[in-house]
């Protein structure tokens, strides 16, 4: 059951709806990279394009190359956690 909810769940960056959670996000990376075939090409794709479409570009100066504290923990942690979780997620989805 976990599987199938989280197959449903991957990752989306749509704040206004509120279902950017990079916490959940790598757990369930973790989880969906171990459980395999076809659940994790499907989660992988939608994990990197969520990520790598909304990072922040231009100099790092200007927060160039991390991502906005939108999440639920970003208030808590910052523009440093934010940024944090989302290459540990990348990294796991290599």
């Keep these: 059951k976990g599987v199938t909810l989280c197959a449903r769940l991957r990752p989306r960056w749509t704040p206004n709806v509120g279902n950017v959670d990079l916490l959940y996000w790598y757990y369930g990376t973790l ?9 994790w090409t499907a989660w992988r794709a939608a994990a990197r394009s969520a990520l790598l479409d909304n990072q922040r570009s231009g100099p790092p100066c200007t927060f160039g190359g991390s991502w906005d504290p939108i999440d639920p923990w970003g208030p808590d942690g910052g523009r440093v956690y934010t940024t944090a979780m989302a290459i540990r997620i990348l990294s796991a989805c290599r």
């Design 31 to 39: 989880a969906m990279r171990r459980i395999g075939e076809p659940h």
